[in-house]
């Protein structure tokens, strides 16, 4: 296990010709997952819209001018409901999502996050949340409460960073997690790419991933979902071999963790996930919405994992 790969030493594994990159992937991937087996995840957005933050890719940003109907914290027995019918359709994860810089202050609505996390587990899922910023005390909290993983995305490199998002620093993002690394939950994190990065700017934030030791849990890699009023709206569309590098550099440079192939398969066709899979990806979002955006309908996904001989994995 390395936590040390320089960038050009992960540029030499991006770079390599494309069948024996996904060939080095999939031996890694073998040798340390069931290679037949695709995590399933499912999504909620618990607070929509209204974020303060300006991460220039989201349609839940203030900022922007997106046709969002915003809507606060839902109640606990509203997310139950929600969480049995995602393990009723095979997801063994539940991923609740709130646009938020950080967790409210307020201790009754902090209280009812808390709620949340108890009743989701109850129903023997594993509970990720992805709340914004956590100082040290909610992240211990959140923790005794039964949350499993947290999300907070990198999204990109500190280079490329900048151009992203003005409202919060890489350096209080990495902050962030390293409290959820203290308080005891497993750590999700990854990025976004096809927001006008350049190929080194893939490779920067691989190279930040990869560097947190232990590595994250989970990587979700994103393909920018393009949602008119957001600023990234009209980016130019990018080739998709470049994110099945991404997935295949992500599974070479961090063998234990869980490559999520997140946003954007919506636009994907059946053989570019399929890539996907090849290059090392063992988990996807189900369920026909991500947080405000499409994903693709359930049934289509299961037809899709049962042509490429994949099952649900446990757990
Ligand atoms: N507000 C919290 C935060 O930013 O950490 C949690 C929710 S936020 C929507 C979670 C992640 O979704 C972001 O970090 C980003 O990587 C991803 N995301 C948001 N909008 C996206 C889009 N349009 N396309 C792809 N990924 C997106
Ligand atoms: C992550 O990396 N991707 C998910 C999850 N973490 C929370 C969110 C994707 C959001 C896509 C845009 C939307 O649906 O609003
Ligand atoms: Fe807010 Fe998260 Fe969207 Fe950024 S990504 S605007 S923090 S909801």
């Given amino acids: ?20 990159l996904c060939h080095q992937a999939q031996a890694i991937h073998a040798e340390n997952h069931p290679d037949d087996q695709v ?28 046709s969002l109907s915003s809507s606060p914290l839902l109640d606990v027995d509203t997310v139950v409901a929600q969480a049995k019918s995602a393990k009723e359709g095979g997801a063994t994860r539940f991923c609740m999502g709130a646009a938020w810089r950080s967790p409210p202050a307020r201790e009754k609505l902090f209280q009812q996050l808390l709620d949340i996390a108890t009743a989701v587990n109850a129903l023997g899922m594993q509970v990720c949340m992805t709340l914004g910023m956590l100082t040290a005390e909610q992240a211990r909290r ?8 947290y999300n907070h995305n990198l999204d990109t490199s500190p280079e490329y960073y900048p151009q992203v998002i ?23 994190c990854g990025g976004i ?25 989970s990587v979700p890699i ?13 980016k130019s569309s990018i080739d998709i071999f470049e994110l099945v590098r991404t997935i295949a550099t992500a599974r070479i440079i961090m063998p234990l963790s869980k490559v999520r192939l997140s946003a954007g398969r919506t636009e994907m066709s059946d053989e570019a996930q399929a890539m996907c899979f090849i290059a090392g990806a063992n988990s996807i979002f189900t369920g026909d919405k991500l947080l405000t955006t499409e994903n693709p309908e359930t049934s289509k996904d299961m037809q899709l994992l049962q042509r490429l001989g994949l099952k649900s994995a446990r757990g």
């Fill in 166 to 188: 003005s409202t919060r620093t890489y350096e209080e993002r990495l902050q962030t997690l390293k409290h959820v690394r203290a308080a005891g939950m497993t750590v999700c």
């Fill in 222 to 234: 994103n393909l920018l979902v393009r949602v008119a009023g957001t600023p990234f709206a009209d």
């Fill in 193 to 217: 790419i096809g927001m006008g990065e350049e190929k080194s700017d893939r490779i920067g934030l691989l190279q930040q991933l990869n560097m947190m030791n232990p590595h994250p849990e």
């Fill in 1 to 20: 296990m390395r936590f040390d790969y320089s960038h050009p030493e992960i540029q030499s594994i991006y770079d390599q010709p494309l069948p024996r």
């Fill in 142 to 149: 959140l923790k005794a409460a039964g949350v499993y993983a």
């Fill in 39 to 66: 995590q399933l995840c499912s999504l909620l957005s618990i607070k929509t819209g209204g974020c303060r933050e300006d991460c220039g890719y989201c349609p839940q940003s203030a900022h922007h001018d997106t």
